[in-house]
């Protein structure tokens, strides 16, 4: 299939999550506020400690919205997973204010979508005040290893037109499941 081709019928794809949304909605940029970056490159392994201590400035991007990190080159033996689930799976993590919402979002989202090769709460210290400057309780944590469902696949490659492009690309495509985005 043609770059072009793909590329056009992958925003086609995506229309469907974004119809619902209301239209353009004018944000002052002070407001808004703006992301950081931390990085760092070396030759062998490091702790994500050390990405830590830089990105702590980073914490509140001025709007109320958190800030994050993105980081590659994770270890199998230090997530708990083999090798071959590091390197096939998709890492999804999920952030819940209320863990009660768990098991039926899982239900609603994961499930249908993903076969789920491991899953883990992750730790966290008991009480979030021990940290100093820590205000709001932040939200558990739960990370899944997925891989898209085979059946999941094929209707999204059939409904997208995507039939020629080969399975681990369309399967990038195809992580977000199709419906609402935001869980209430």
């Known amino acids: 299939m043609e770059r072009k081709g793909v590329i056009s019928r992958i925003v086609e794809s995506r229309k ?3 119809q619902d ?8 940029v002070e407001a808004e506020g703006g992301c950081g970056v931390t990085g760092f490159a070396c030759s062998v392994p490091v702790r994500g400690k050390h990405i830590f201590e830089p990105s702590k400035q980073m914490h509140n991007r001025g709007n ?3 800030g994050g990190i993105a980081a590659m080159g994770f270890d199998h033996n230090a997530l708990g997973v083999t090798k071959e689930v590091l390197e096939e799976d ?5 952030a819940v204010l209320e863990e009660v919402v768990m098991s039926d979002l899982e239900n609603r989202f994961i499930k249908p979508f993903f076969r789920v090769d491991f899953s883990e709460r992750l730790p966290h210290i008991d009480d979030y005040r021990d940290i100093p400057g820590m205000v709001v309780r932040p939200p558990e944590i739960r990370r899944y290893f997925v891989r898209v469902k085979s059946d999941v696949l094929d209707v999204f490659v059939n409904e997208t037109g995507l039939r020629g492009l ?6 990038c495509l195809c992580c977000l499941p199709r419906q609402e985005l935001h869980y209430t």
């Open 16 to 18: 469907p999550l974004v």
């Open 21 to 28: 949304l209301p239209g353009r909605m004018n944000f002052e």
């Open 64 to 66: 109320g919205r958190g």
């Open 90 to 94: 998709y890492i999804l993590q999920i």
């Open 166 to 171: 080969d399975r681990r690309k369309a399967a």
